[in-house]
């Protein structure tokens, strides 16, 4: 069949398709239907109890819902009180990280060194598998290849299907270990045969932590400064957790309750990360500012922006969606404690890259963005920035290719995840099962001769 009857026919089919699959939307209401798992007022549906992580925006008062500036818990700890903790003792602080959400608490000094050397130890992938599993095939999106990765390990695991704890630790800490090396490499392969740029593979070093890895093996010299390390380790540590509600976690979760493998259950929740509502925002959120800064010419003048966000509302500016990438979160109101947290250490990092004029323009959108908004919306909603829109600033100095900006993410999340499906594993204990209720007709069956093309 040539190509061209092939789009055809895939037109048509599309076509139909489209038809076939629009549903009433009078129906969810009638039916009660939590489109999105979430209620009415906003709120997520309540399906599980976890005590990894908790997302806080708002109180309850007398049955009303008063918004307050967001917090953001690891294992009852607020997130903010680690990374100023970690960061004002000059520490890294991933790896405790990824230690609390795992065992529920803070490693001791020796335990954080224990654990320390078990990620070192399991940072450096199975013979062969970066020529065979990465370097063939190579991916546009790193994200899709890290997937393929993750599954792809199942092969090279000798007991990948079982579900006792034990193994299912000893997984998670591989895969913890070696996602900043599988990040890396495929975006190397990416580089070298779509961009057909040189390529060089640098072998993760057991004395460096994950984040100063990922800029040793990203790098074409190896080098890297201990603040752009320090600040991509704060990243890192951001984006581990954030409740069991996010979507990538409750994929997490899903599979999970199953009984699927590690490997499975992981590369599903990379693929749900990848979505631009999720977290690819932060790519979304980068190329809106630099769209931005092309066509504002007066960086500090709050009348530009904010008729530039005007633009971008009114689907007139840059990819004429509609959206304020960066802006609005499905929890945060008030603030995201994430992007709190963000902009006080990337000041520093600005200050230190000659890069304040940026800096400023990203506060004068987060200051402007949300009044725009209730301007063209005409609504009451609260919206702030969340942790994508800083995210592409402080990766971009740092000078991290927005290729990276998303698997990133996935480097820090790997930690929250494992954390999820042990807790699954453990607690869960039964399939989950939602209820989709069918409005389509019944009709007889038509026999082959009787029927007419629909395409």
Known sequence: MELEQKNQIIDKLADVAKVKSHINSELYSKYNVKRGLRNNDGTGVLVGLTEVGEVMSYIVDDADRIPVEGKLFYQGYEVKDLANGFFSAGKFGYEETAFLLLTGELPTESELADFNKLLSSNRNLPDGFTEDMIMKAPSPDIMNKLARSVLALYSYDDNPDSTDINNVVRQCTELIARFPVLISYGYMARRHYIEHRDLYIHAPLPEYN?????????????????????ILDLMLVLHAEHGGGNNSTFVTHAVSSTGSDTYAVIASAVGSLKGPQH??????????????????????????????????????????????????????TLSDPRTVTIKKYAEILAREKGNMDLFNLYLLVEKVAPEVFHEVKKSDKLVCANVDFFAGLVYSMLDIPTELYTPLFACGRIAGWSAHRIEELVSGGRIMRPAYKCVNKRRPYIPADKRTDII
Do not use: C
Not at 301 to 325: H, P
């Open 210 to 230: 994950t984040a100063q890895n990922i800029l040793h093996m990203i790098r074409p010299d190896g080098q890297f400064t201990e603040l752009e390390a320090r």
């Open 279 to 332: 977290g690819g925002a932060s790519n979304k959120a980068y190329n809106m500012m630099k769209d931005l800064r092309e066509h504002v010419s007066d960086w500090t003048s709050e009348a530009q922006v904010k008729a530039y966000l005007a633009d971008i509302i009114n689907k007139k500016a840059f990819d004429k969606s509609g959206l304020i990438y960066g802006i609005g979160h499905a929890v945060y």
